[in-house]
């Protein structure tokens, strides 16, 4: 099967057009493509059966970034290292988090990791337009097989833009697909919000009039995860009646309801309280290859005396990133929160291996041997590899515990941020009542007590318990104006970073840094006026 990589930011796109051949073929209730002979232009691009192709491979596009291992799997860790909930503990993934990677022009990090995002969603962008191009121009099509692939190629073209907004603000964006005639065409300067925004609002208008809440094959957009991600698109420019309209649409619309805690990462993640997930499948052509998002947030427990690899300990894990300490004490303000309790999070690692027990240890004993020291470097870096607790929202229950690669679906999307998300709409909007009853929905279901009063801490506060290394806290942070205060109050935890021999990242911290640098190497294809973001000249 013929694969030619469309990329829109590199030199090549803007000298020559090809089209991406198509890929998936996956299991049942996964995204199914036919293998196809003909992998033409004109296929993809001219016939119903062409446009389906290409929209599967929209969502095997989506998936590359998360299965990259490109620096030990960094590239889709990035924003999580970046968070206040995260401690950088080694590896190449902690260098973001110190700042001594993505946080100037210069760095390897910059060229590397924050290109890598800045080239990832472009590219989807740029087939989503041609898909869009294509769907429309086709005349011999039913209306409805039509309108579908458009609210798909729109849902990906929406998220892929709002996600460069949010990362790199200074952004471009066009809705015509590159051809030959316009490949040399240089964008000369930033997009404004409102074309940015009006852009965004319309694809997804179009898709929740045309999408289904129960979409044929799981991984798909359905109507649930446009509205989602309209309600988010809402909450940035401050329309907190179409958010929290939005967020009521699908708490009511019976297609979705929150799960219990523990069946929320469990499985393959196709149950009710998902929107959205990026599906990989073993073994299957189309499946995807490996990713190693586990391995990098689980403590190397193993590697202390009387423990082994285990799937009740989390499997393999390297340690490089983890929980901070700040997110450690907000799930341990309620001590009945089963958040922590080995469905989302890890906090005790059992002794497991009888053959090598410390003196005074029994099976399945928490792992207690080392100390969170704040002065001792040598003790308190034993501790955050060894047994600092470990994220589990992408492990795989399913392989050997002693594999770090696995082929666990990737939450996106859930339920559970559109309740806080209707909470803070209704709260914005003077509607306590219903922005409490959404709270409490996300507290009750993880055991915790309900709450009688709310403000922008108390949904921050549960955000973070909830959502922490999701991908979005970031993101909530800067929309909400918390970011820079946020990063300065927790980022890492102090012992950590006045260990760092390049110095302590909260002192290295700069306002600017909510936007992230464009990296140089976009900056030389791009109008010579371009504008780079503030800070990084």
Known sequence: MKNMNLNI???????????????????????????????????????????????????????EIYQDLSLNGTYPLILQAKSDLGVGITGEVSLYSRLLWGASLG?????????????????????????????????????????????EAKCMRANAYFSLYRLFNNIFITT???TPENAFDVPQDKS??????????????????????????????????????????????????EAAAQADAIITSGNH??????????????????????????????????????????????????????????????????????????????PDDNRKNNTYYIFEYAYNDESALPPGKELGDPLDLYENSETDQNEFMLYYRRQNPGVLK???????????????????YRLAETYLIGAEAHMMANNTTKALEYLNAVRERANTDPVNSIDLQAILDEGARELAFEGQ???????????????????????????????????????????????QQQMD???PNYPQNEGYN
Request: some cysteine.
């Open 9 to 63: 930011v590199s030199k090549r796109i803007f000298a020559v057009v090809f089209a991406v051949a198509m890929l998936s073929s996956c299991e049942k209730d996964f995204l199914e493509d036919k293998l196809r002979s003909n992998t033409s232009v004109d296929f993809l691009y001219t016939t119903p059966e062409g446009l389906e192709s290409a929209v599967v491979g929209l969502y095997s596009l989506n998936r």
């Open 107 to 151: 760095d390897f990090g910059t060229t590397s990791g924050i290109n890598a995002h800045w080239v990832h969603h472009y590219r989807i962008v740029d087939r989503c337009n041609a898909i869009i191009r294509g769907a429309e121009n086709l005349q011999d099509i039913d209306e409805s097989r039509k309108n579908q692939i458009l609210a």
């Open 176 to 178: 015509e697909p590159t």
């Open 192 to 241: 404004s919000v409102e074309e940015i925004f009006s852009l965004l609002r319309s694809d997804l208008d179009f898709a929740i009039d045309n999408l289904d809440y129960n979409p044929e094959q799981f991984g798909r957009w359905g109507q649930g995860a446009a509205r989602h991600l309209r309600a988010m698109v809402a909450l940035w420019e401050e329309d907190w009646t």
């Open 257 to 334: 309801s929150l799960v219990a805690t523990e069946e929320v990462f469990a499985g393959e993640l196709d149950h009710s309280e998902t929107l959205f997930a990026i599906n990989f499948e073993r073994e299957t052509i189309g499946g995807g290859s490996q990713h190693i998002m586990s391995w990098n947030m689980v403590s190397a427990y193993s590697d202390a005396p009387g423990l082994i690899q285990s799937v009740e300990n989390g499997g393999a894990g390297a340690g490089f990133i983890s929980l901070n300490q700040y997110i450690i004490d907000l799930l341990n303000e309620d």
């Open 394 to 412: 992408f492990f795989d229950e399913t392989v050997e515990p002693t594999d770090r690669n696995h082929f666990k679906n990737i939450m996106i």
């Open 473 to 519: 806290r970031w993101f909530t942070l800067k929309r909400t104006g918390k970011l820079y205060e946020f990063l300065l109050d927790h980022m890492n935890n102090d012992n950590m970073n006045e260990s760092y021999p390049e110095g302590n990242p909260k002192v290295l911290l700069r306002e600017y840094m909510e936007n992230w640098p464009i990296p």
């Open 525 to 527: 294809l791009l109008g």
